[in-house]
């Protein structure tokens, strides 16, 4: 069929068309080279953009990415009569049903879908690289083309909503610079994680501590590039300098790196899409002037245990047959790494320091598949040999 064909359709034919593109950026090359389809868009946007937007995601996650676009127009920072107002509608409002939602909020959604796609993929590459590592000191059998194959519906769906609900997290709890901390801070952060089952905290966990290990990088990089400069009062060097109380590089600050980190993430995913595709002075120029320190991280709260009223009574529900065998991969049963990890008990916390070293290589997003031939499904799992492997932190 040729593009003129394609524009003498039926508008309600070009609607379907555009429904089903892709990707959002499919759709404005197409509306900058159609008149006729920008005219037939300009008539139902909201519809259009809603329903391309939410094809971009596991349909079982579509309330999270509900939650993420509301939670996208509070204005930030969030004040603390804002965010109740949020969680008491949270269960309330999961936007089942909806077929179409405010162009603001659907706008802000599709400047988002970019940047999680890139992380989704640079999670998946950079965790299979630290398996791989950990199988190979193990001398695990693994299979090396299974291992490293495409990501299956239920392991993107899993990494989506974990990088949807750390983002959501992000627009009700990040603070300005300068700005005064909520009071209610840790009681509606952990309030907000208690919507979720364990296992699904410790995904966004997971999604935390990967983000971090990025950042470790980073600051190593700046501090390199600054050494590398043509000696003292280089770009890098100034910056540093103009950072106050304490020069970015002094020891004063550097003993304050990882707090420094902390709010960086807090600051969202498209900023650190930037700073991690930076490199140089502009790397700099992102990282040092934006590195502050708060007392309201995510990471404070992934720590405390939910409260044992939280954890449902099916929470396995699926994971077994009646004769105790694994019966296959789902989204919202527990996933094969984390009963490996766990030795099939169900787990009442999250967050924990001792499951650090599993986080590395993402142990709970994996399908079985993928687990079975990265060879560790044929070792008992012994939290203090993964915990002793972390190789870099």
């Not at 969680?87 to 939602?101: A, E, F, K, P, T």
Request: hydrophobic share 40%; net charge negative; aromatic share 12%.
């Amino acid at each position: 069929m040729t593009f003129a064909s394609l524009e003498s359709l039926s508008p309600e034919l070009q609607a379907q068309i555009m429904r089903n593109l892709d990707a959002v950026s499919t759709l404005y090359s197409l509306l900058r080279a159609s008149p006729r389809f920008y005219q037939v868009f300009r008539s139902r946007k909201e519809y259009l953009l809603t329903q391309l937007a939410f094809q971009q995601f596991h349909p079982d996650i579509i309330h999270d990415v509900w939650n993420l676009a509301k939670a996208s127009q509070i204005p930030q920072p969030a004040d603390r009569y804002q965010v109740w107002e949020y969680l008491n509608l949270l269960r309330r409002d999961d936007g089942s049903g909806q077929v179409q939602i405010p162009l603001s909020m659907i706008i802000s959604l599709c400047k988002l879908i970019p940047s999680i796609g890139w992380f989704i993929q640079d999670y998946r590459r950079r965790s299979l690289e630290f398996l791989a590592n950990f199988v190979t000191q193990l001398e695990l059998k693994q299979d090396s083309r299974h291992l490293y194959s495409d990501l299956s519906a239920i392991e993107a769906g899993r990494i989506q909503r974990a990088f949807c609900r750390l983002e959501t997290f992000r627009y009700l709890f990040a603070a300005a610079k300068g700005a005064e901390i909520n009071s209610d801070y840790f009681s509606q952060a952990q309030r907000f994680l208690n919507f979720y089952a364990p296992d699904e905290v410790e995904e966004i966990a997971c999604i935390r501590d990967y983000l971090i290990r990025r950042l470790w990088d980073t600051f190593e990089s700046i501090e390199d590039d600054a050494l590398q400069e043509d000696g003292p009062g280089g770009p890098i060097q100034e910056l540093g300098q103009q950072r106050k109380p304490h020069d970015w590089f002094s020891p004063g600050a550097k003993v304050q790196h990882l707090l420094f980190m902390e709010y960086l993430v807090s600051q969202g995913l498209p900023f650190l899409q930037k700073v991690f595709e930076s490199d140089g002075v502009r790397r700099a120029e992102l990282v040092i002037p934006n590195s502050w320190v708060r007392e309201d991280y995510i990471s404070d709260v992934l720590t405390h245990p939910v409260p044992p009223s939280s954890v449902p009574q099916d929470f396995d529900a699926g994971s077994y047959d009646g004769e105790g065998e694994f019966v296959g991969d789902d989204l919202d049963a527990l996933s094969q790494g984390l009963l490996w990890a766990n030795r099939d008990k169900v787990p009442s916390d999250y967050g924990r320091r001792s499951f650090q070293g599993l986080r590395q290589w993402g142990y709970l997003f994996w399908d079985k598949k993928r687990l079975q031939a990265s060879g560790v499904l044929d070792k008992e799992c012994v939290l203090h040999l993964f915990t002793t492997w972390v190789a870099t932190r």
